[in-house]
């Protein structure tokens, strides 16, 4: 295991900070966490997903005496990590099952040999005891959790190999522990705390704000298409994620992506593993490609450039949501999250949760879960403001989600909710049936269908009493019923049924406001502003583009993303500052000592434009 450059000189976290990793100042509570850690004591981290988890336990890790151990349950990204670890000149290794003999056996010599300043482990190789005698032979500099969530039976990940991890304190109980996560309510939070023993540690949280992605939620009418057109006219040419509910539509609309001619693949747990790695190293290191995915993927993947992340189907819970969409826009450059939603979403998600295994409080937790998420679909409030409530934080209207650019209006639904639950009344109570919301919709608006004939639909009272409203709004009218629990889904063919809480609409005791559906949202990019040079100066900008091709070829001759070696936001830094030597080249941000080394040379000719 080479060993270059290592940063052993630094020791204090800001040197460490500016010297190892080119950053000038910690970010948000950064620097509270990393000086408590390096002091020796446990924290519990929660910092949304791009906030910069990593360097809460990297930086402690340099400065204290022995291997800071990560323990992570993103095996296949973990090369990546130590990668790009490697390329600042932190000395980085990780053992996982993906290895070989040999090198695991390199690894562990480094480890014991106090060459190692981060080892990422994956969490079952804490069962094995080999491991454990290892790391008792070695010195550790602190224990990191990162996505500590997946300890939390509430939350919307569980891993039952992360139960094993409240183990490490008894076994090791001088050596500081860190927990981190981007996902947690006040619940998970608490279950988290419990599970690892961190209840007495410091809990810094920090805004789970992410101000640069535009949320929006649209009625759900032809996905695909929908898809089509926002990557069309808003996102031609980036990188996004697109998530699916099941397999086969992921590699549905992988297949009618790519035939439309955009870069996408497909990516889920029944691919075989090669394909998947396969897909998942171009997405990260080929630009512009689109990764149609189902839950399965995304969890670590600290690409800092995704664009958008669309979902075509109604995700679990808020806090997977949140999750999902934060890996757009890491890099903090404007980015979208999008997501279609309709009825059959919910009538979907209700059978799912009906049908689960699991006893009646696990059944309760989901739907608990699918309410939450429906209720900020359903909501004619600002979504950001919503989501940051959902997990404790205040805010105000934010100006940058749909429902702020073009406000929903609400009416008064009360009348056409009690045609659609009296329609449901009568089919039960006078002939003994039940339909979907497809045939309560058609004898609304009094449609003679073969179905509606046959079944002699048409002589209820309520046939054809709903013409004022077309089909898409009754749609919208009993999905919003179905997501406020004033209708339910039962049975085998996915009928509708009353609730308990659905006579008090009928007698008229109770109101019911709704969600008018806004034609279309106006969105804030109304044509392509290619991001990273959108605003640069333009004579900056050919020296940008060579900056790129530059990053380009040197990534491919690593065999590393682009982004390891430069993020965006550095080249763009440089390509403004055109420096002339490498004094003033390791004045910008994310030019760190090795790098500097490293690439100065390059960078330098690439700026200069003499570069080969
Ligand atoms: P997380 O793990 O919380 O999702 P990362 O640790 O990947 O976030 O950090 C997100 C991005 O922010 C990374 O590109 C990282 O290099 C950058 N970053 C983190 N901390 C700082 C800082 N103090 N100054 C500048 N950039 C930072
Ligand atoms: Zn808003």
Same mark, same amino acid.
């Given at each position: 295991m080479s060993t270059p450059g290592a940063p052993t000189a630094a020791r204090t976290p800001l040197e460490v900070l500016s010297r190892v990793f080119g950053y000038d100042a910690f970010r948000g509570p950064q620097q509270e966490v990393v000086e408590h850690v390096c002091a020796g004591g446990d924290a519990l981290v929660l910092m949304p997903t791009g906030g910069g988890k990593s360097l809460c336990y990297q930086v402690p890790a340099l400065v204290r005496p022995g291997t800071g151990v990560v323990v992570s349950p993103l095996i296949a990204l973990m090369q990546d990590q130590v990668d790009a670890l490697r390329n600042l000149g932190v000395r980085a290794g990780f053992l996982n099952s993906t290895q070989n003999p040999d090198e695991r056996r390199d690894t562990e010599r480094a480890f014991l040999g106090g060459e190692l300043d981060l080892l990422y482990l994956a969490p079952e190789r804490l069962r094995v005891p080999s491991t454990l005698s290892l790391l008792d032979r070695g010195t550790i500099a602190l224990f990191a959790i990162d996505e500590a969530h997946c300890v939390a039976q509430w939350g919307h990940d569980f891993r039952p190999d992360y139960l094993m991890l409240s183990d490490l304190h008894r076994r090791w109980p001088d050596v500081p522990r860190i927990a981190l996560t981007a996902t947690a309510t006040e619940h998970t939070r608490t279950e988290i705390a419990q599970r690892l023993d961190l209840t007495n540690a410091k809990h810094v949280v920090a805004s789970f704000d992410r101000p640069n992605i535009q949320y929006r939620i649209a009625p759900k009418n032809e996905p695909r298409k929908q898809l089509l057109e926002l990557i069309r006219t808003e996102h031609p040419g980036d #990188?996004?994620? !697109? &998530?699916? %509910?099941?397999?086969?539509?992921? $590699?549905?609309?992988? $297949?009618?992506?790519?035939?439309?001619?955009?870069?996408?693949?497909? &990516?889920?747990?029944? %691919?075989?593993?090669? !394909?998947?790695?396969?897909?998942?190293?171009?997405?990260? /290191?080929? $630009?512009?490609?689109?990764?149609?995915?189902?839950? #399965?993927?995304?969890?670590?993947?600290d690409k800092p450039d995704v664009r958008f992340v669309a979902h075509l189907d109604l995700p679990k819970s808020v806090e997977g949501y949140y999750q999902e969409t934060g890996r757009a826009g890491r890099d903090g450059l404007p980015s979208t999250a999008w997501l279609a939603y309709g009825l059959a979403d919910v009538v979907q998600q209700r059978k799912m949760i009906d049908e689960s295994e699991g006893d009646l409080a696990h059944r309760r937790r989901l739907a608990q879960h699918l309410d939450a998420m429906l209720a900020l679909c359903e909501t004619v409030e600002c979504r950001r403001t919503q989501l940051l409530n959902y997990f404790g934080q205040r805010s105000e209207a934010c100006g940058n989600c749909d429902t702020c650019l073009t406000p929903a209006e609400s009416w008064d639904g009360t009348v056409p909710a009690q045609k659609v639950l009296s329609t449901v009344w009568r089919l039960k109570h006078e002939r003994n049936q039940s339909f979907g919301a497809g045939q309560i919709v058609d004898i609304l608006v009094g449609k003679r269908t073969p179905k509606v004939e046959q079944s002699g639909h048409d002589s209820l009272s309520t046939f054809g009493i709903g013409t004022e409203l077309g089909e898409v709004e009754w749609r919208g009218v009993v999905r919003q019923l179905l997501a406020r629990g004033l209708l339910a889904v039962g049975g085998a063919y996915q009928t509708l049924e009353m609730t308990p809480e +659905? +006579?008090? =609409?009928?007698?008229?005791? @109770?109101?019911?406001?709704?969600?008018?559906?806004?034609? /279309?949202?106006?969105? *804030?990019?109304?044509? *392509?502003?290619?991001?990273?040079?959108?605003?640069?100066?333009?004579?900056?900008?050919? =020296?940008?583009? *060579? %900056?790129?091709?530059?990053?380009?070829?040197?990534?491919? $001759?690593?065999?590393?993303?682009? &982004?390891?070696?430069?993020?965006?936001?550095?080249? @763009?830094?440089?390509?403004?500052?055109?420096?002339? +030597?490498?004094?003033? %080249?390791?004045t910008v941000s994310g030019v760190g000592e090795n790098k500097l080394t490293k690439y100065g040379d390059g960078v330098l000719a690439a700026v200069a434009g003499d570069a080969g």
């Open positions: #990188a996004g994620i !697109v &998530y699916c %509910l099941s397999r086969k539509s992921v $590699e549905q609309t992988a $297949e009618f992506l790519a035939a439309q001619g955009i870069p996408a693949l497909p &990516y889920h747990a029944g %691919l075989d593993a090669g !394909v998947r790695a396969r897909n998942q190293s171009r997405f990260l /290191r080929e $630009e512009g490609v689109v990764m149609c995915a189902t839950i #399965a993927f995304g969890m670590g993947i +659905s +006579s008090a =609409v009928l007698k008229g005791d @109770r109101q019911v406001m709704l969600r008018k559906d806004p034609e /279309r949202t106006r969105t *804030r990019r109304s044509s *392509r502003s290619s991001a990273p040079v959108a605003d640069l100066a333009p004579e900056a900008q050919p =020296v940008f583009e *060579r %900056l790129r091709a530059w990053r380009g070829a040197t990534a491919k $001759e690593q065999g590393v993303p682009a &982004y390891v070696v430069f993020h965006d936001a550095t080249l @763009r830094a440089v390509a403004a500052l055109a420096p002339t +030597s490498l004094d003033q %080249l390791g």
